[in-house]
Nanobody
Framework: QVQLVESGGGLVQAGGSLRLSCAAS????????MGWFRQAPGKEREFVAY????????LYADSVKGRFTISRDNAKNTVSLQMDSLKPEDTAVYYC?????????????????WGQGTQVTVSS
């Protein structure tokens, strides 16, 4: 069982940066691929990025590629999302999630554990 707690959200102007962190409890953290998803009001939850257990493979949604960077520290049981060049359309609640599915996917239903979410608001 893994419990996930996100932090780092907030209000930022367009072009600015934020760094989201997700702290995981449980000794099996390194067994999970970790993903970030987001959900804007009235929209479905969408994939942002994932990173496999070793950190050796990452994948990004086209909408954030080149602007966001996902990373993990298995020794500290944390996964982070560095968000640069933020745009108003990045405004959403951001969730971290953990998956044991192989291969890892971009589909929310394939992630077994979820955090409570953190709000990111980008003003124009």
């Amino acid at each position: 069982q893994v419990q996930l707690v996100e932090s780092g959200g907030g209000l930022v102007q367009a072009g600015g940066s934020l760094r989201l962190s997700c702290a995981a409890s449980g000794r099996t953290f390194r067994s999970y691929a970790m993903g970030w998803f987001r959900q804007a009001p009235g929209k479905e939850r969408e994939f942002v990025a994932y990173i496999v257990w070793s950190g050796g493979l990452t994948l990004y949604a086209d909408s954030v590629k080149g602007r966001f960077t996902i990373s993990r520290d298995n020794a500290k049981n944390t996964v982070s999302l560095q968000m640069d060049s933020l745009k108003p359309e990045d405004t959403a609640v951001y969730y971290c999630a953990a998956s044991t599915k192989v291969p890892v996917t971009t589909t929310p239903r394939s992630y077994e554990h979820w955090g409570q979410g953190t709000q990111v608001t980008v003003s124009s």
